[in-house]
Protein backbone atom coordinates (compact mmCIF):
# COMPACT_ATOMS: atom_id res chain seq x y z
CA UNK A 1 0.00 0.00 0.00
CA UNK A 2 0.89 3.47 -0.59
CA UNK A 3 0.25 6.96 0.26
CA UNK A 4 -0.76 7.71 -3.00
CA UNK A 5 -3.73 5.28 -3.75
CA UNK A 6 -7.46 5.52 -2.99
CA UNK A 7 -7.49 2.30 -0.56
CA UNK A 8 -4.96 4.08 1.54
CA UNK A 9 -6.48 7.40 1.19
CA UNK A 10 -10.42 6.32 1.13
CA UNK A 11 -10.23 3.33 3.21
CA UNK A 12 -7.23 2.68 5.59
CA UNK A 13 -6.50 6.16 7.01
CA UNK A 14 -9.97 7.20 8.08
CA UNK A 15 -10.90 3.73 9.67
CA UNK A 16 -7.39 4.04 11.30
CA UNK A 17 -7.99 7.69 12.30
CA UNK A 18 -11.18 6.72 14.22
CA UNK A 19 -10.24 3.77 15.74
CA UNK A 20 -7.00 5.68 17.45
CA UNK A 21 -8.59 8.45 18.34
CA UNK A 22 -11.41 6.56 20.28
CA UNK A 23 -9.00 4.42 21.81
CA UNK A 24 -7.45 5.39 25.38
CA UNK A 25 -3.86 6.43 25.68
CA UNK A 26 -2.65 3.01 26.76
CA UNK A 27 -4.26 1.11 23.79
CA UNK A 28 -2.95 4.24 21.03
CA UNK A 29 0.54 2.50 20.50
CA UNK A 30 -1.18 -1.20 19.78
CA UNK A 31 -3.45 0.56 17.69
CA UNK A 32 -0.65 2.05 16.10
CA UNK A 33 1.69 -0.90 15.92
CA UNK A 34 -1.30 -3.04 14.29
CA UNK A 35 -2.03 -0.88 11.71
CA UNK A 36 1.34 -0.26 10.40
CA UNK A 37 1.79 -3.83 10.21
CA UNK A 38 -1.34 -4.12 8.22
CA UNK A 39 -0.49 -1.15 6.12
CA UNK A 40 3.45 -3.35 5.64
CA UNK A 41 1.72 -6.77 4.89
CA UNK A 42 -0.89 -5.15 2.28
CA UNK A 43 1.46 -6.34 -0.59
CA UNK A 44 4.16 -8.92 0.68
CA UNK A 45 2.85 -10.47 4.13
CA UNK A 46 5.33 -12.89 4.38
CA UNK A 47 7.95 -9.56 5.09
CA UNK A 48 6.32 -8.47 7.75
CA UNK A 49 8.10 -11.39 10.38
CA UNK A 50 11.24 -10.60 8.68
CA UNK A 51 10.58 -6.96 10.03
CA UNK A 52 9.50 -7.93 13.13
CA UNK A 53 12.29 -10.53 13.89
CA UNK A 54 14.51 -7.68 13.25
CA UNK A 55 13.05 -5.59 15.84
CA UNK A 56 12.98 -8.31 17.91
CA UNK A 57 17.02 -8.86 17.45
CA UNK A 58 17.27 -5.37 18.05
CA UNK A 59 15.39 -5.28 21.47
CA UNK A 60 17.23 -8.19 22.64
CA UNK A 61 20.52 -6.44 21.79
CA UNK A 62 19.55 -3.00 23.04
CA UNK A 63 18.64 -5.19 26.18
CA UNK A 64 21.87 -6.65 26.54
CA UNK A 65 24.04 -4.16 25.60
CA UNK A 66 22.27 -1.70 28.82
CA UNK A 67 22.46 -4.63 31.04
CA UNK A 68 26.27 -5.49 30.84
CA UNK A 69 27.24 -1.84 30.33
CA UNK A 70 30.82 -0.72 30.76
CA UNK A 71 31.75 -4.17 30.24
CA UNK A 72 33.52 -5.35 27.08
CA UNK A 73 30.66 -8.02 26.43
CA UNK A 74 28.03 -4.55 25.51
CA UNK A 75 30.47 -4.24 22.77
CA UNK A 76 29.78 -7.64 21.23
CA UNK A 77 26.38 -7.29 21.85
CA UNK A 78 26.61 -4.06 19.93
CA UNK A 79 28.72 -5.81 17.00
CA UNK A 80 26.41 -8.55 16.58
CA UNK A 81 23.34 -5.92 16.64
CA UNK A 82 25.13 -4.06 13.52
CA UNK A 83 25.64 -7.25 12.03
CA UNK A 84 22.16 -9.00 12.43
CA UNK A 85 20.59 -5.58 11.28
CA UNK A 86 23.07 -5.61 8.28
CA UNK A 87 22.53 -9.01 7.14
CA UNK A 88 19.20 -8.75 6.34
CA UNK A 89 19.74 -5.79 4.12
CA UNK A 90 22.87 -7.25 2.60
CA UNK A 91 21.36 -10.44 2.01
CA UNK A 92 18.27 -9.25 0.11
CA UNK A 93 19.53 -6.19 -1.54
CA UNK A 94 22.84 -7.01 -2.51
CA UNK A 95 23.23 -10.73 -2.63
CA UNK A 96 22.76 -10.41 -6.31
CA UNK A 97 24.78 -7.83 -6.92
CA UNK A 98 27.88 -10.00 -5.30
CA UNK A 99 27.21 -12.52 -7.34
CA UNK A 100 26.95 -10.91 -10.44
CA UNK A 101 30.03 -9.30 -9.87
CA UNK A 102 31.91 -12.85 -8.57
CA UNK A 103 31.03 -14.60 -11.44
CA UNK A 104 32.32 -11.78 -13.68
CA UNK A 105 35.25 -11.54 -11.66
CA UNK A 106 36.24 -15.45 -11.50
CA UNK A 107 34.19 -16.53 -14.94
CA UNK A 108 31.47 -18.84 -12.56
CA UNK A 109 27.90 -19.04 -13.22
CA UNK A 110 26.37 -19.22 -9.95
CA UNK A 111 23.04 -18.69 -10.20
CA UNK A 112 20.86 -15.45 -8.94
CA UNK A 113 18.47 -15.56 -6.12
CA UNK A 114 15.86 -13.29 -7.53
CA UNK A 115 15.13 -11.71 -3.99
CA UNK A 116 12.16 -9.59 -3.57
CA UNK A 117 13.19 -6.75 -2.07
CA UNK A 118 11.45 -5.48 0.96
CA UNK A 119 9.76 -2.54 0.89
CA UNK A 120 11.62 0.24 3.62
CA UNK A 121 14.30 -2.32 4.89
CA UNK A 122 16.87 0.35 3.80
CA UNK A 123 15.14 2.78 6.00
CA UNK A 124 14.16 0.42 8.67
CA UNK A 125 17.46 -1.14 9.06
CA UNK A 126 18.84 2.27 9.52
CA UNK A 127 16.42 3.20 12.34
CA UNK A 128 17.05 -0.07 14.57
CA UNK A 129 21.34 0.70 14.02
CA UNK A 130 20.99 4.11 15.15
CA UNK A 131 18.87 2.67 18.16
CA UNK A 132 21.28 0.10 19.34
CA UNK A 133 24.25 2.41 18.72
CA UNK A 134 22.68 4.79 20.80
CA UNK A 135 22.15 3.00 23.57
CA UNK A 136 25.61 1.98 24.12
CA UNK A 137 26.61 5.19 24.07
CA UNK A 138 23.86 5.78 26.56
CA UNK A 139 22.53 8.66 24.69
CA UNK A 140 19.02 6.54 25.32
CA UNK A 141 17.91 4.12 27.25
CA UNK A 142 16.69 0.65 26.37
CA UNK A 143 13.40 -0.15 25.11
CA UNK A 144 11.91 -2.55 27.99
CA UNK A 145 8.61 -3.14 26.19
CA UNK A 146 9.21 -4.60 22.23
CA UNK A 147 5.63 -3.07 21.53
CA UNK A 148 6.83 0.36 22.35
CA UNK A 149 9.82 -0.93 20.14
CA UNK A 150 8.45 -2.08 17.50
CA UNK A 151 5.39 0.67 17.06
CA UNK A 152 8.61 2.99 16.55
CA UNK A 153 10.27 1.45 13.67
CA UNK A 154 7.07 -0.11 12.15
CA UNK A 155 5.13 3.26 12.43
CA UNK A 156 3.67 3.56 9.00
CA UNK A 157 3.88 6.96 8.44
CA UNK A 158 8.31 7.20 7.88
CA UNK A 159 8.04 3.06 7.69
CA UNK A 160 8.82 2.97 3.32
CA UNK A 161 10.07 6.18 2.63
CA UNK A 162 11.64 7.94 5.40
CA UNK A 163 12.56 10.40 6.78
CA UNK A 164 15.00 8.33 8.41
CA UNK A 165 13.70 8.67 12.31
CA UNK A 166 15.83 8.32 15.47
CA UNK A 167 14.58 6.91 18.30
CA UNK A 168 16.65 9.65 20.87
CA UNK A 169 13.86 12.04 18.02
CA UNK A 170 10.61 10.30 19.42
CA UNK A 171 11.81 8.17 22.97
CA UNK A 172 9.61 10.85 24.51
CA UNK A 173 6.33 10.71 22.44
CA UNK A 174 6.45 6.84 22.27
CA UNK A 175 5.47 8.12 26.06
CA UNK A 176 3.94 11.04 25.82
CA UNK A 177 2.64 12.68 22.87
CA UNK A 178 0.07 15.73 22.27
CA UNK A 179 -2.87 15.19 20.28
CA UNK A 180 -3.98 18.92 19.58
CA UNK A 181 -6.76 20.05 16.82
CA UNK A 182 -3.70 22.75 15.74
CA UNK A 183 -1.28 20.19 15.27
CA UNK A 184 -3.76 17.97 13.01
CA UNK A 185 -4.14 20.95 11.49
CA UNK A 186 -1.31 21.27 10.18
CA UNK A 187 -0.71 17.84 9.54
CA UNK A 188 -3.57 18.02 7.16
CA UNK A 189 -2.19 20.94 5.09
CA UNK A 190 1.05 19.26 5.26
CA UNK A 191 -0.23 15.96 3.77
CA UNK A 192 -2.29 17.29 1.17
CA UNK A 193 0.58 19.34 -0.15
CA UNK A 194 2.74 16.50 -0.48
CA UNK A 195 0.53 14.24 -1.43
CA UNK A 196 -0.10 16.98 -4.36
CA UNK A 197 3.21 17.10 -4.96
CA UNK A 198 3.23 13.75 -5.23
CA UNK A 199 0.91 12.69 -7.66
CA UNK A 200 -0.04 16.24 -9.44
CA UNK A 201 3.53 17.14 -10.06
CA UNK A 202 5.57 14.22 -9.42
CA UNK A 203 4.10 11.89 -11.23
CA UNK A 204 2.87 14.02 -14.54
CA UNK A 205 6.49 14.59 -15.13
CA UNK A 206 7.04 10.83 -14.45
CA UNK A 207 5.09 10.41 -17.70
CA UNK A 208 7.56 12.46 -19.43
CA UNK A 209 10.40 10.59 -18.56
CA UNK A 210 8.69 7.44 -19.41
CA UNK A 211 8.18 8.83 -22.85
CA UNK A 212 11.78 9.67 -23.78
CA UNK A 213 12.89 6.32 -22.08
CA UNK A 214 10.30 4.16 -24.77
CA UNK A 215 11.46 6.33 -27.94
CA UNK A 216 14.42 6.04 -30.42
CA UNK A 217 13.89 9.53 -31.70
CA UNK A 218 16.77 10.84 -29.13
CA UNK A 219 18.58 14.04 -29.24
CA UNK A 220 21.23 15.81 -27.55
CA UNK A 221 18.31 18.10 -26.09
CA UNK A 222 15.93 15.92 -25.01
CA UNK A 223 18.89 13.91 -22.21
CA UNK A 224 18.78 17.32 -20.91
CA UNK A 225 14.86 17.76 -20.86
CA UNK A 226 14.61 13.90 -19.55
CA UNK A 227 17.64 14.51 -16.99
CA UNK A 228 15.89 17.13 -15.67
CA UNK A 229 12.21 16.11 -15.94
CA UNK A 230 14.20 13.25 -13.78
CA UNK A 231 15.78 15.91 -10.93
CA UNK A 232 12.27 17.45 -10.51
CA UNK A 233 10.39 14.08 -10.22
CA UNK A 234 12.64 12.69 -7.64
CA UNK A 235 12.30 16.06 -5.45
CA UNK A 236 8.67 16.33 -5.96
CA UNK A 237 8.05 12.44 -5.18
CA UNK A 238 10.84 12.16 -2.50
CA UNK A 239 10.00 15.50 -0.59
CA UNK A 240 6.59 14.92 -1.30
CA UNK A 241 6.42 11.52 0.78
CA UNK A 242 8.13 13.33 3.64
CA UNK A 243 5.90 15.73 3.43
CA UNK A 244 3.00 13.27 3.77
CA UNK A 245 5.12 11.62 6.58
CA UNK A 246 5.57 14.54 8.78
CA UNK A 247 1.86 15.32 8.41
CA UNK A 248 0.66 11.87 9.35
CA UNK A 249 3.08 11.75 11.97
CA UNK A 250 1.45 14.99 13.41
CA UNK A 251 -2.15 13.29 12.99
CA UNK A 252 -0.76 10.77 15.78
CA UNK A 253 1.33 13.09 17.64
CA UNK A 254 4.85 12.62 16.71
CA UNK A 255 6.92 15.10 15.31
CA UNK A 256 9.60 14.26 12.59
CA UNK A 257 12.32 15.70 11.27
CA UNK A 258 12.29 18.16 7.93
CA UNK A 259 14.13 16.01 5.19
CA UNK A 260 14.05 18.96 2.14
CA UNK A 261 14.99 22.40 2.64
CA UNK A 262 15.12 23.53 -1.19
CA UNK A 263 18.05 22.04 -2.35
CA UNK A 264 17.94 23.58 -5.97
CA UNK A 265 18.27 27.17 -4.51
CA UNK A 266 21.68 25.58 -2.93
CA UNK A 267 25.37 27.98 -4.11
CA UNK A 268 27.19 24.56 -3.98
CA UNK A 269 27.47 20.93 -3.50
CA UNK A 270 28.16 21.05 0.34
CA UNK A 271 24.93 23.52 0.83
CA UNK A 272 22.75 20.91 -1.22
CA UNK A 273 23.90 18.04 0.98
CA UNK A 274 22.50 20.52 3.70
CA UNK A 275 19.20 20.58 2.32
CA UNK A 276 18.93 17.26 0.51
CA UNK A 277 17.47 14.11 2.47
CA UNK A 278 18.62 15.88 5.31
CA UNK A 279 17.54 12.45 7.68
CA UNK A 280 20.49 10.46 5.65
CA UNK A 281 23.08 12.69 5.41
CA UNK A 282 23.41 13.51 9.16
CA UNK A 283 22.73 9.75 9.80
CA UNK A 284 25.91 8.97 8.03
CA UNK A 285 27.74 11.81 9.70
CA UNK A 286 26.87 10.43 13.23
CA UNK A 287 26.71 7.02 12.87
CA UNK A 288 29.41 6.56 10.45
CA UNK A 289 31.96 9.50 9.86
CA UNK A 290 32.48 10.58 12.96
CA UNK A 291 32.95 7.33 14.44
CA UNK A 292 35.86 7.27 11.66
CA UNK A 293 37.37 10.34 13.53
CA UNK A 294 35.24 12.84 10.87
CA UNK A 295 37.85 15.92 10.87
CA UNK A 296 39.43 15.83 14.34
CA UNK A 297 42.14 13.55 12.01
CA UNK A 298 45.12 13.65 9.71
CA UNK A 299 43.67 14.62 6.00
CA UNK A 300 44.63 11.63 4.44
CA UNK A 301 42.59 10.34 7.25
CA UNK A 302 39.67 12.87 6.48
CA UNK A 303 39.97 11.73 2.90
CA UNK A 304 39.47 7.90 3.76
CA UNK A 305 36.55 8.95 6.15
CA UNK A 306 34.82 11.55 3.44
CA UNK A 307 35.12 8.49 0.67
CA UNK A 308 33.98 5.44 3.03
CA UNK A 309 31.02 8.29 3.61
CA UNK A 310 30.15 8.63 -0.04
CA UNK A 311 30.51 4.96 -1.09
CA UNK A 312 28.17 3.79 1.81
CA UNK A 313 25.76 6.39 0.51
CA UNK A 314 25.63 5.87 -2.97
CA UNK A 315 25.24 2.18 -2.07
CA UNK A 316 22.64 2.55 0.21
CA UNK A 317 20.56 3.71 -2.99
CA UNK A 318 20.86 1.08 -5.22
CA UNK A 319 22.90 -2.68 -6.14
CA UNK A 320 24.50 -1.28 -9.23
CA UNK A 321 27.86 0.30 -9.72
CA UNK A 322 26.12 3.68 -10.94
CA UNK A 323 25.26 4.41 -7.50
CA UNK A 324 28.51 3.73 -6.17
CA UNK A 325 30.06 6.29 -9.03
CA UNK A 326 27.01 8.41 -7.98
CA UNK A 327 28.23 8.72 -4.30
CA UNK A 328 32.03 8.80 -4.79
CA UNK A 329 31.40 11.48 -7.31
CA UNK A 330 30.15 13.95 -4.81
CA UNK A 331 32.65 12.52 -2.31
CA UNK A 332 35.22 13.62 -4.73
CA UNK A 333 33.07 17.52 -5.45
CA UNK A 334 32.41 17.58 -1.74
CA UNK A 335 36.00 17.14 -1.46
CA UNK A 336 37.21 19.60 -3.37
CA UNK A 337 35.05 22.06 -2.08
CA UNK A 338 36.17 21.62 1.36
CA UNK A 339 40.04 21.82 0.49
CA UNK A 340 40.31 24.19 -2.44
CA UNK A 341 37.22 26.66 -3.54
CA UNK A 342 34.24 26.95 -1.40
CA UNK A 343 35.45 29.98 0.23
CA UNK A 344 35.73 31.34 -3.63
CA UNK A 345 32.00 29.78 -4.21
CA UNK A 346 30.63 31.92 -1.29
CA UNK A 347 31.90 35.41 -3.25
CA UNK A 348 29.71 34.86 -6.29
CA UNK A 349 26.49 33.66 -5.76
CA UNK A 350 25.03 33.84 -9.28
CA UNK A 351 28.26 31.70 -10.53
CA UNK A 352 28.16 29.58 -7.77
CA UNK A 353 24.51 28.69 -8.54
CA UNK A 354 25.20 27.98 -11.85
CA UNK A 355 28.05 25.66 -10.94
CA UNK A 356 26.07 23.76 -8.72
CA UNK A 357 23.39 23.43 -10.60
CA UNK A 358 25.59 21.92 -13.11
CA UNK A 359 26.89 19.58 -11.60
CA UNK A 360 23.41 18.02 -9.42
CA UNK A 361 22.13 17.51 -13.14
CA UNK A 362 25.30 15.32 -13.76
CA UNK A 363 25.23 13.47 -10.89
CA UNK A 364 21.09 12.47 -11.19
CA UNK A 365 22.48 11.54 -14.88
CA UNK A 366 24.23 8.89 -13.29
CA UNK A 367 21.29 8.09 -10.90
CA UNK A 368 18.82 7.96 -13.53
CA UNK A 369 20.70 5.04 -15.28
CA UNK A 370 20.27 1.71 -15.44
CA UNK A 371 23.94 0.78 -14.55
CA UNK A 372 27.58 1.65 -15.92
CA UNK A 373 26.48 0.70 -19.45
CA UNK A 374 23.80 3.30 -19.36
CA UNK A 375 26.28 5.98 -17.47
CA UNK A 376 28.72 5.78 -20.69
CA UNK A 377 25.60 6.22 -22.81
CA UNK A 378 23.79 8.89 -21.08
CA UNK A 379 26.33 11.16 -20.54
CA UNK A 380 28.32 10.74 -23.98
CA UNK A 381 24.49 11.46 -25.34
CA UNK A 382 23.89 14.43 -22.91
CA UNK A 383 27.11 16.42 -24.14
CA UNK A 384 26.65 15.52 -27.98
CA UNK A 385 29.20 12.44 -28.27
CA UNK A 386 26.92 9.80 -29.53
CA UNK A 387 26.27 10.81 -32.81
CA UNK A 388 22.72 11.80 -32.19
CA UNK A 389 21.02 15.10 -33.41
CA UNK A 390 21.02 17.98 -31.47
CA UNK A 391 17.12 18.60 -31.54
CA UNK A 392 14.55 15.92 -32.33
CA UNK A 393 10.93 16.16 -33.31
CA UNK A 394 9.60 14.59 -30.10
CA UNK A 395 11.76 16.60 -28.16
CA UNK A 396 10.16 19.77 -29.50
CA UNK A 397 6.70 18.08 -28.89
CA UNK A 398 7.31 17.14 -25.07
CA UNK A 399 8.90 20.18 -24.12
CA UNK A 400 5.88 22.13 -25.42
CA UNK A 401 3.04 19.54 -23.89
CA UNK A 402 5.41 19.56 -20.01
CA UNK A 403 6.51 22.78 -20.35
CA UNK A 404 3.57 24.38 -17.95
CA UNK A 405 4.39 21.59 -15.24
CA UNK A 406 7.92 22.16 -16.01
CA UNK A 407 7.51 25.69 -15.09
CA UNK A 408 5.24 25.02 -12.02
CA UNK A 409 7.96 22.74 -10.94
CA UNK A 410 10.68 25.06 -11.09
CA UNK A 411 9.36 27.51 -9.42
CA UNK A 412 8.29 25.46 -6.65
CA UNK A 413 11.42 24.14 -5.86
CA UNK A 414 13.69 27.19 -5.67
CA UNK A 415 10.40 28.15 -2.50
CA UNK A 416 8.53 31.07 -4.64
CA UNK A 417 5.04 29.31 -3.16
CA UNK A 418 6.97 29.58 0.70
CA UNK A 419 7.81 33.04 -0.03
CA UNK A 420 4.21 33.63 -0.99
CA UNK A 421 2.87 32.04 1.87
CA UNK A 422 5.00 33.95 3.74
CA UNK A 423 3.99 37.17 2.16
CA UNK A 424 0.42 36.62 2.70
CA UNK A 425 0.87 35.34 6.56
CA UNK A 426 2.60 38.60 7.06
CA UNK A 427 -0.21 41.20 5.45
CA UNK A 428 -3.11 39.18 6.50
CA UNK A 429 -2.53 37.12 9.45
CA UNK A 430 -5.43 35.70 11.22
CA UNK A 431 -7.30 36.87 8.38
CA UNK A 432 -10.73 34.99 7.78
CA UNK A 433 -10.83 35.21 4.32
CA UNK A 434 -7.33 33.83 4.09
CA UNK A 435 -8.36 30.73 5.66
CA UNK A 436 -11.19 30.47 4.27
CA UNK A 437 -9.20 30.59 0.53
CA UNK A 438 -7.01 27.95 1.90
CA UNK A 439 -9.55 25.51 3.24
CA UNK A 440 -10.60 26.21 -0.74
CA UNK A 441 -7.29 25.46 -2.41
CA UNK A 442 -6.87 22.47 -0.07
CA UNK A 443 -10.10 21.02 -1.02
CA UNK A 444 -9.08 21.79 -4.77
CA UNK A 445 -5.87 19.80 -4.33
CA UNK A 446 -7.42 17.03 -2.77
CA UNK A 447 -10.31 16.84 -5.44
CA UNK A 448 -7.76 16.66 -8.51
CA UNK A 449 -5.50 14.17 -6.57
CA UNK A 450 -8.42 11.97 -6.44
CA UNK A 451 -9.56 12.68 -9.66
CA UNK A 452 -6.26 11.54 -10.72
CA UNK A 453 -5.81 8.55 -8.53
CA UNK A 454 -8.89 7.31 -9.94
CA UNK A 455 -8.51 8.11 -13.39
CA UNK A 456 -5.00 7.63 -14.03
CA UNK A 457 -3.10 4.66 -14.38
CA UNK A 458 0.56 6.26 -13.93
CA UNK A 459 1.30 6.31 -10.60
CA UNK A 460 5.02 4.67 -10.00
CA UNK A 461 6.66 3.89 -6.49
CA UNK A 462 10.25 4.93 -6.88
CA UNK A 463 11.50 3.39 -3.51
CA UNK A 464 10.79 -0.38 -4.74
CA UNK A 465 14.53 0.63 -6.11
CA UNK A 466 16.00 1.83 -2.79
Known sequence: ???????????????????????????????L?????IFYGWGEPRYVFLMLFTVMLGYIFGILIEKFRDKKISKLFLILSVLSSLFGLVY??????????????????????????????????????????????NNVKAQKNPLTLATYVALFPQLIAGPIVRYSDVENQLK???HTFEKCADGIKRFIIGLSKKVLIANAIGELGEAFLSTQNLSVMYYWLYVISFMLQIYYDFSGYSDMAIGLGKFFGFDFMENFNYPFVSKSITEFWRRWHISLGTWFRDYVYIPLGGNRVKKTRMLFNIFVVWFLTGFWHGAEWNFIVWGLYFGVL????????????????????????????VSFMIFAAPNMEGVVKYLTSMFGFSGIPFISDEFIYNLKNYAFILIIAIVGSV??????????????????????????????LIFAVTGYLVDGSFNPFLYFRF
Open 415 to 444: GFSKYIKNLIDEKAKDSIVVYILELVFLMT
Open 33 to 37: LISSL
Open 334 to 361: LTLEKFYFLKHLEKHKILSHIYTMFFIT
Open 92 to 137: FKYADFFIANFNKLKGFSIPFLRLALPIGISFYTFQILSYTIDVYR
Open 176 to 178: NRE
Open 1 to 31: MIFSSIPFLYYFLPVVLLVYYLSPKVLKNPV
